[in-house]
Structure formats: structure tokens, C-alpha cells
């Protein structure tokens, strides 16, 4: 019974001496890029958190023939001009224990419903609820200018002709014409504590925003912003 005391104390005093003996593992001299990949899919996550849709991220892996050395504050960034949909760049920025940067391509696609003709429309025709139609797709790989809500379209004019399942575009639309040349028009100025109101004939079309030209009963001309009803406002 002393014997096997005595060998399992040996055994454990030599256990003990070669752990206190065994060399430390070295830290890690490189950047993982796992966690590189990681860092920089949870700031593109974060960036997208409020775009309406289903969001979908590829990162490309971080390139190995760089060698960058292992980082303790490593942290993700937008490059200058890089979109937050479609085909673009992350950027990485390492500041202890050594500087570095590098940039990562990434693809961001979200899925969500778009406006489509519902059929062929034709240029100055207004567009209603019945000529839309919504479809779900990505919309980073869309034309700029695409519209998400039927209210960006309708009551507008189409400055084109398109076929159905065209994508509507908001360069497509112009807003409805509220003034035509020759029509009475009333003006109304206004500024700090004055108003007033006048007639007069409009001089051109003009939509709901847009400069509005119009000539008074005495003559004169003046021009102002035009207004649904014929109305044409003057700021002074």
C-alpha cells in the first residue's frame, strides 16, 4: 500500500514540474479572418438595420497574402462614396498593437415589393392605383430612382411610354399639371404681416410646385409657385 502512495506522489510531482516546464502557447501573430469576416457582417448589419426589406450580406474573405498582424481593437467602417445596397466595400481599420486598413467587397441585396405597370402606359397618361402593381424582388440590382409606395406615383403623369412589368421609376413621372396657359388664375402674395389676393391669366403650364408665370389685369406680369386650383402663391 506505501509503494502505491509513494509512486502515485511520485507521478504527480512530475506531472506538476512538467507543466511549470512546458512552454506557453505563442498569441496569435496573424489577423484570423474569421473574425475579421465577422466584424465587418455585423457593421453591415447594423448599417442596414432600418432599410425596409429582407436583407441578405456576402462578404469576401479577407485575403491571406496580406498578412496582417492580429488586432486588438478592430474596427469596421464605410469607405467614402460605398453604397449601402447592391455591390460595395467595408472597410477595416486596426490601431493597436499595430496600424492597418483594408477593404473588403460585399454584396448587400434586399428583397421587399417595388412598383411595376400593371399594363402599357402611355406618355402624359395620369396614373392610378389600377395601373400599379407591386412585386417582390431585389432591389439593389434595380434601376435608380425605383419607388417602394404606390402614393410616389399616383396622381402623376407619365413623361414616357412603358410596357407592363416595367419597374416605374421616379424620373418617369412628372407631377400633374394644376395650371394651363390661358386659364384665370388666382394670385395670392404674401410676406411678413401683409396678403394679398389678385387675378390674373396664367402665361404657362405648370405642375403642383413648379414656377408658375401669370399676367395681371393691369398688365404686369409676376410669377410664383403653382398650386392645385388654379392658385399661384407669391412670397415676398
Not at 69 to 85: N, Q, S, V, W, Y
Not at 108 to 127: D, K, R, S
Request: proline residues 4%; positive net charge; charged residues 15%.
Amino acid at each position: 500500500m506505501r509503494l502505491l502512495w509513494r509512486s502515485l506522489l511520485t507521478f504527480l510531482i512530475c506531472a506538476g514540474a512538467q507543466a511549470q516546464n512546458a512552454p506557453l502557447q505563442p498569441a496569435p501573430t496573424r489577423q484570423d479572418p474569421v473574425l475579421a469576416k465577422h466584424v465587418a457582417s455585423e457593421f453591415l448589419k447594423e448599417v442596414t438595420a432600418s432599410v425596409p426589406g429582407e436583407v441578405k450580406i456576402q462578404i469576401a474573405d479577407l485575403d491571406s497574402r496580406q498578412n496582417l498582424a492580429a488586432c486588438d481593437e478592430l474596427r469596421a467602417f464605410m469607405p467614402p462614396g460605398a453604397k449601402t445596397i447592391g455591390k460595395t466595400h467595408v472597410g477595416l481599420r486596426c490601431s493597436a498593437p499595430k496600424n492597418w486598413q483594408v477593404y473588403l467587397g460585399a454584396q448587400i441585396q434586399v428583397f421587399t415589393e417595388y412598383l411595376v405597370a400593371a399594363h402599357p402606359l402611355t406618355a402624359g397618361q395620369t396614373v392610378t392605383l389600377a395601373d400599379i402593381s407591386k412585386i417582390r424582388g431585389d432591389i439593389s440590382a434595380l434601376p435608380s430612382g425605383y419607388m417602394l409606395n404606390e402614393d410616389q406615383a399616383t396622381g402623376k403623369t407619365m413623361g414616357t411610354s412603358v410596357q407592363a412589368g416595367t419597374v416605374l421609376r421616379a424620373d418617369q413621372l412628372r407631377n400633374a399639371i394644376v395650371i394651363q396657359q390661358g386659364q384665370a388664375v388666382r394670385i395670392q402674395a404674401g410676406g411678413n404681416g401683409f396678403r394679398i389676393t389678385t387675378d390674373g391669366q396664367a402665361l404657362n403650364n405648370a405642375a403642383d410646385g413648379q414656377t408658375a408665370r401669370a399676367k395681371l389685369n393691369n398688365g404686369q406680369t409676376v410669377s410664383g409657385i403653382a398650386r392645385a386650383g388654379g392658385i399661384i402663391e407669391i412670397a415676398y
